[in-house]
C-alpha cells in the first residue's frame, strides 16, 4: 500500500486526499458537460459542486468522530481536525451534501428535479475513483476470505494491523467497481426514462442495495453494529431502497 504519495519537505502528500481531489474534479468536469443536457447555467454548476464537495467532506467528517468518539477521539479531540490521515463516514457526507444543494437550488431558483438528475451519475463516478485511494490507504476493508482474490494488506496499514498476514476483501475495490458501474447504468437509463428525478431517486436505489450487501463483508468494530447482525450504514442503506421505490413507483403512477 502507499498512504503516502511523497514528501515535500515537511508536507506528506497523502494517496488518499489525492485520489478523492481527483474523483472530484473528474465529476465536476462531467456535472459541467451534463448541465447541457438539462438547460443548467454552467456557471452554477460549477459553484454547487465545490459547495458539495466541501459540505460532503465536512458531514461525513462529523458522522465518523460521533461514530468513533469513544475509540479514537476521546482522548485526543484535537484529532477530529487530523482528517488528511481519513475517516469519512459516507452518509454522513452525503446527507449534509444534499439538504445544503437543496437550499441553494430553491435559492437560485433552479429546477431541484433536474439539477439532482444532473450530477447524480457523476457523484458515482467520484466516489468510485475516491475509492482507490481507500485501498491504498488500506481503510474501509473486508472482512477474512479464502477466494483467491483476497488481498494481504501490509502490517502498517488499518487493514494489515487488524488482520495481519490474513487474506481479507478488498472491499474498497469492490466499491470502487460498483460505483463506476452505477454511473455507467445511470446513463443508460436516462436515455429510455423521460420521468424527472428519476436518475437521482434509481441513484439512491442502486447505491443504497451495494452497501447494504458489500457491508455484510466489510469489516466494522463491534460499536458499528446496532441492530442484530446490520451496521448502521446498512440501516440507513434500507431507508434509502425503501425511499427510492416508493419515490420511483409513485411518480410512474402520477402519469
Known amino acids: 500500500m502507499y498512504p503516502e504519495l511523497l514528501h515535500i519537505g515537511g508536507l506528506t502528500i497523502r494517496t488518499w486526499g489525492v485520489f478523492v481531489i481527483i474523483g472530484f474534479l473528474l465529476a465536476m468536469i462531467w456535472a459541467k458537460k451534463r448541465c447541457r443536457k438539462y438547460n443548467l447555467n454552467p456557471i452554477v454548476i460549477d459553484h454547487l ?37 481519513g475517516g469519512l463516514t ?31 451519475p457523476t457523484v458515482m463516478l467520484g466516489l468510485g475513483i475516491g475509492r482507490i485511494g481507500c485501498f491504498f490507504n488500506g481503510c474501509c476493508f473486508g472482512k477474512p476470505t479464502h477466494l483467491p482474490w483476497g ?26 467497481a ?9 446513463t443508460r437509463i436516462e436515455r429510455h426514462d423521460t420521468f424527472r428525478a428519476h436518475t437521482f431517486f434509481y441513484t439512491l436505489l442502486f447505491y443504497g442495495i451495494w452497501r447494504l450487501g458489500v457491508d455484510f ?39
Open 49 to 85: 459542486t465545490w459547495i458539495i464537495i466541501i459540505t460532503g467532506i465536512i458531514g461525513a467528517r462529523i458522522a465518523y468522530v460521533i461514530e468513533h468518539w469513544q475509540t479514537e477521539f476521546a482522548s485526543n479531540p484535537f484529532a477530529v481536525l487530523a482528517i488528511w490521515q
Open 178 to 186: 460498483a460505483c463506476l458501474v452505477i454511473a455507467l447504468l445511470l
Open 90 to 120: 459516507l452518509y454522513g457526507g452525503v446527507f449534509l451534501a444534499l439538504i445544503v444543494c437543496i437550499i441553494y437550488v430553491k435559492r437560485k431558483g433552479m429546477s431541484l428535479s433536474d439539477t439532482l438528475d444532473a450530477i447524480a
Open 217 to 255: 463483508i466489510r469489516y466494522y468494530e463491534a460499536s458499528a453494529y446496532v441492530w442484530h447482525n446490520l451496521t448502521f450504514n446498512q440501516i440507513i442503506s434500507i431507508g434509502l431502497i425503501v425511499f427510492a421505490v416508493i419515490a420511483l413507483l409513485s411518480t410512474r403512477y402520477r402519469r
Open 151 to 176: 488481498m494481504v494488506f501490509p502490517p502498517n496499514s488499518p487493514a494489515g494491523y487488524t488482520f495481519y498476514g490474513i487474506k481479507i476483501h478488498p472491499t474498497q475495490l469492490y466499491s470502487m
